[in-house]
């Protein structure tokens, strides 16, 4: 599981969807009570965003006209936050990671910053 937290609109579907579903299964997690702690140590969650992340990635889905059927559940991603505290979580090497494994998202990449670094 992996919160990517690149602007949403240089993803491509799989890893749209995919960080979508990884919102959900980090508050199943949660939930299970299993410990997050390993993700936190490899920089793979920050754990104040996880209700703003899947917010955020849900307008960029139906923005492009998907269906959205999965509220997340605010009581698991405040419990997240309030019992585990983000270190080593670093956007700039999530961006590098995510154009170096997909050919889509290093090309939705170079558009959006040739759009948006004006």
Known sequence: MRM??????????????GEHVEMH???????????????LDRGLIDTNKVQHRHDELVAEMIRR????KSPIDVDLCIGIKDNYRTYKFDIDVNIA????????????????????ST
């Open 65 to 68: 006209g998907y269906n959205h």
């Open 25 to 39: 299964m980090f508050t199943g997690t949660f939930r299970k009570k299993v410990n997050l702690k390993g993700y």
């Open 4 to 17: 990517w937290d690149v602007p949403p609109r240089m993803m491509c579907r799989k890893h749209l969807l």
């Open 97 to 116: 990671e995510l154009i170096r494994r997909c050919a889509e998202c290093r090309g939705l990449y170079n558009e959006y910053t040739r759009i948006y």
